[in-house]
């Protein structure tokens, strides 16, 4: 194990520099994290929502009414580039789009509503509005009575309104929710320290009088890239350890249990990929300084474009179809799909899983081109 034991040596020769990085990305996180609303928040002061109609019909009038009742109604035109302007202004918080067939789809007990938040964990309350709302319009649809007589029991909005529920509600899923923003914030920090601890120290094995003696050396490449690749995992699942930690003490209530499981190994597997990333990376450049530049650059334009600081609805279709071509898209999609999950169960789990093996995936491949290009750079030195 000589050179897992340089690797550590390396390591702790650095840990002053990664403890510093370390700590400024925990404070950000929780910077993050307490600055997402409050149960409080959510029951005294309404949302400015803007709700889309493209069905305009009387069921698509009586929803927004309702909603009405609840948010403060904003009105934007139907074009995506107003509401961002809207979101981005800090205007907007929520848009609802009342999709056209709404009013065919509520008669036949299937009606649905899409809903697009401008920053992460802000809409809950909003989304338990409508979906009280649509619960008890889709119940008296399927109960058979005629058209004129749902919007007549719809309009009875002391029956339909459940605000004590509602409120309960909230409550004890404002834990989860935090969570869900803390754990998407974290690819950030995943993504920056891996690069910078990985790359780091195959900086340190890729200098030029270092490569030439382990040429030399009787230990088989393969054997020493094993081991450097161990070094790498410990690393990984020792950083992802401290961030859980930090979760655990922030909302114990949250961080234990199957939701909370399925989020800890989908940090893993992002750690893994970017560990396997940064050792790519690093068989290009051999200066620590070039390093510190990539180290700032791909993180914070991964986050970007991935949905890690606001929602991917937000980006242009192009910028979506180019963040599929990163591990980190993928992520953010898997944590918010773990966070909707109503139940835990074999077939969420199964999800789940092939949701990671697809992020793993990505860094299987870099850690295989990695490898290739070492060999050709050698036969070509």
Same mark, same amino acid.
């Given at each position: 194990?000589?050179?897992?034991?340089?690797?550590?040596?390396?390591?702790?020769?650095?840990?002053?520099?990664?403890?510093?990085?370390?700590?400024?990305?925990?404070?950000?996180?929780?910077?993050?994290?307490?600055?997402?609303?409050?149960?409080?928040?959510?029951?005294?002061?309404?949302?400015?929502?803007?709700?889309?109609?493209?069905?305009?019909?009387?069921?698509?009038?009586?929803?927004?009414?309702?909603?009405?009742?609840?948010?403060?109604?904003?009105?934007?035109?139907?074009?995506?580039?107003?509401?961002?302007?809207?979101?981005?202004?800090?205007?907007?918080?929520?848009?609802?789009?009342?999709?056209?067939?709404?009013?065919?789809?509520?008669?036949?007990?299937?009606?649905?509503?899409?809903?697009?938040?401008?920053?992460?964990?802000?809409?809950?309350?909003?989304?338990?509005?409508?979906?009280?709302?649509?619960?008890?319009?889709?119940?008296?649809?399927?109960?058979?009575?005629?058209?004129?007589?749902?919007?007549? =029991?719809?309009?009875?909005?002391?029956?339909?309104?459940?605000?004590?529920?509602?409120?309960?509600?909230?409550?004890?899923?404002?834990?989860?929710?935090?969570?869900?923003?803390?754990?998407?914030?974290?690819?950030?920090?995943?993504?920056?320290?891996?690069?910078?601890?990985?790359?780091?120290?195959?900086?340190?094995?890729?200098?030029?009088?270092?490569?030439?003696?382990?040429?030399?050396?009787?230990?088989?490449?393969?054997?020493?890239?094993?081991?450097?690749?161990?070094?790498?995992?410990?690393?990984?699942?020792?950083?992802?350890?401290?961030?859980?930690?930090?979760?655990?003490?922030?909302?114990?209530?949250?961080?234990?249990?199957?939701?909370?499981?399925?989020?800890?190994?989908?940090?893993?597997?992002?750690?893994?990929?970017?560990?396997?990333?940064?050792?790519?990376?690093?068989?290009?450049?051999?200066?620590?300084?070039?390093?510190?530049?990539? =180290?700032?650059?791909?993180?914070?334009?991964?986050?970007?474009?991935?949905?890690?600081?606001?929602?991917?609805?937000?980006?242009?279709?192009?910028?979506?179809?180019?963040?599929?071509?990163?591990?980190?898209?993928?992520?953010?999609?898997?944590?918010?799909?773990?966070?909707?999950?109503?139940?835990?169960?074999?077939?969420?789990?199964?999800?789940?899983?092939?949701?990671?093996?697809?992020?793993?995936?990505?860094?299987?491949?870099?850690?295989?081109?990695?490898?290739?290009?070492?060999?050709?750079?050698?036969?070509?030195?």
């Amino acid at each position: 194990m000589t050179v897992f034991k340089a690797y550590l040596k390396i390591f702790l020769r650095n840990i002053a520099l990664v403890a510093l990085y370390v700590g400024i990305m925990i404070l950000m996180i929780t910077l993050s994290y307490s600055n997402t609303p409050a149960e409080d928040s959510y029951v005294e002061e309404k949302i400015d929502v803007a709700v889309i109609d493209r069905d305009d019909s009387d069921f698509s009038h009586d929803f927004r009414d309702y909603m009405a009742e609840h948010e403060n109604l904003l009105e934007v035109e139907d074009e995506w580039h107003a509401i961002q302007d809207f979101v981005f202004d800090d205007y907007l918080r929520v848009v609802i789009i009342i999709p056209e067939g709404f009013e065919e789809a509520a008669l036949r007990g299937e009606a649905k509503v899409e809903q697009k938040y401008s920053i992460a964990g802000i809409g809950e309350l909003s989304e338990l509005y409508a979906a009280n709302y649509l619960k008890n319009l889709n119940a008296l649809a399927r109960g058979g009575i005629s058209r004129d007589e749902i919007l007549e =029991q719809l309009k009875k909005r002391d029956e339909v309104d459940t605000e004590v529920s509602v409120v309960n509600q909230v409550e004890t899923e404002s834990a989860m929710d935090g969570l869900e923003v803390y754990v998407n914030f974290s690819a950030y920090p995943i993504m920056a320290s891996t690069i910078l601890v990985v790359g780091t120290i195959a900086c340190v094995f890729n200098a030029e009088m270092i490569r030439k003696r382990n040429a030399i050396s009787a230990m088989p490449m393969t054997r020493m890239n094993i081991q450097l690749a161990l070094g790498n995992v410990l690393f990984c699942l020792g950083f992802v350890a401290i961030l859980w930690v930090v979760a655990g003490i922030m909302m114990p209530e949250a961080a234990f249990g199957p939701a909370a499981g399925m989020m800890l190994l989908s940090m893993v597997c992002l750690a893994l990929t970017f560990g396997a990333l940064a050792m790519l990376i690093t068989t290009f450049v051999s200066k620590r300084e070039v390093l510190s530049g990539i =180290q700032t650059v791909i993180p914070l334009g991964l986050s970007f474009i991935s949905g890690v600081f606001f929602p991917v609805t937000m980006l242009t279709d192009g910028i979506v179809v180019i963040s599929k071509a990163f591990p980190t898209y993928w992520y953010c999609q898997l944590i918010e799909r773990i966070a909707d999950y109503t139940e835990y169960g074999a077939e969420q789990w199964r999800d789940v899983l092939m949701a990671n093996l697809v992020i793993l995936a990505f860094g299987v491949g870099y850690y295989v081109l990695s490898l290739i290009a070492k060999r050709l750079l050698r036969r070509s030195a």
